[in-house]
């Protein structure tokens, strides 16, 4: 099974992206996904959740992204994404997905003007 994170990139503060997490190698059907982010500067231990999604579409958030991420999932295209608007320079952080056995290879987010 294997995750890929994509979407990242440099947005200005108050901006939006889209981060998507393709699963392959299996089907994301069944599967929850969180994802994580790593602040720069910070360990792999010190990562922080940001959201995640159940097989079944609920969701929950971090209090620090309620109301500004959207986690949504396609089960057809075996993605999940997570829509991020109103981005804060605190948003900066190496984004990964994840089914809490299998971790992607994560995507930089980067906020600032």
């Known amino acids: 099974v294997q995750l890929q994170a994509s979407g990242g990139g440099l947005v200005q503060p108050g901006g939006s992206l889209r981060l998507s997490c393709k699963m392959s190698?299996?089907?994301?059907?069944?599967?929850?996904i969180d994802w994580y982010r790593q602040p720069t500067g910070k360990r792999r231990e010190q990562r922080e959740f940001?959201?995640?999604?159940?097989?079944?579409?609920?969701?929950d958030y971090a209090d620090s992204v309620k109301g500004r991420f959207t986690i949504s999932r396609d089960n057809a295209e075996n993605t999940v994404y997570l829509q991020m608007n109103s981005l804060k320079p605190e948003d900066t952080g190496v984004y990964y997905c994840?089914?809490?056995?299998?971790w992607g290879k994560g995507t930089l987010v980067t906020v600032s003007s």
């Open positions: 994840t089914t809490k056995t299998y």
């Open positions: 190698g299996s089907s994301l059907a069944p599967n929850a």
């Open positions: 940001v959201a995640f999604i159940t097989s079944s579409g609920n969701s």
